[in-house]
């Protein structure tokens, strides 16, 4: 382990309660819900996929990214993933955290693409007062609520911000939002 991750690695004072974990994880089980919806109004078959598409998606997140994590087997994980992963798969290299982030989040970003597609052919094919509600809230909740708790809440007392490709990416969209602000 080289000494940038040492030191992640030993930033990892905060713990997080079980309750305090739960209620992390309210936002992406809301995400996963209202898109159940949206494509149950598809076609029920497509609810159903997705379903288990997200619950495989998890799984996965724990075994490729969680395992990787320095937040691996300790209460310092905003989510509680880190103990979950330790419970159920091995330990990785946490060197290879930010590889293992960069390969597979598009794969776990269809959580988010299906239901936003399936929103807008639902709308396209039967426009409705209901329908439309339930995609806006989908996009507040998936696209503004996740990523402004993470940002604020998990990612700002997370070991591995500064490894994070997501984190990363958040500290740039911020430095342009600040700069944006300055012309307007
Ligand atoms: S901080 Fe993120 S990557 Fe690390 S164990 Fe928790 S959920 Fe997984």
Not at 61 to 77: E, Q
Not at 98 to 119: N, Q
Request: net charge positive; hydrophobic share 45%.
């Amino acid at each position: 382990m080289n000494e940038a991750h040492e030191a992640a690695s030993n930033r990892v004072s905060i713990e997080y309660t079980r309750k305090e974990a739960l209620l992390n994880n309210i936002p992406g089980m809301l995400t996963y819900a209202l898109g159940s919806v949206i494509l149950f109004h598809l076609w029920v078959l497509f609810g159903v996929l997705y379903l288990f598409f997200c619950i495989i998606g998890i799984v996965l997140f724990w075994t490729l990214i969680c395992s990787h994590c320095p937040s691996y087997d300790k209460r310092c994980c905003p989510c509680g993933y880190g103990t979950i992963s330790s419970r159920f798969f091995k330990k990785g290299d946490p060197s290879q955290f930010p590889r293992m982030f960069k390969t597979y989040i598009p794969v776990f970003s269809l959580i988010w693409i299906f239901p936003l597609l399936g929103g807008v052919i639902l709308l396209l094919g039967n426009f409705t007062l209901y329908y439309l509600l339930l995609v806006l809230s989908f996009f507040i909740v998936g696209f503004v609520l996740v990523p402004l708790f993470s940002r604020v809440h998990g990612c700002k007392d997370c070991p591995m911000k500064e490894k994070c490709p997501w984190a990363k990416q958040r500290k740039l969209t911020f430095r342009l939002e600040t700069r944006l602000d300055k012309y307007v």
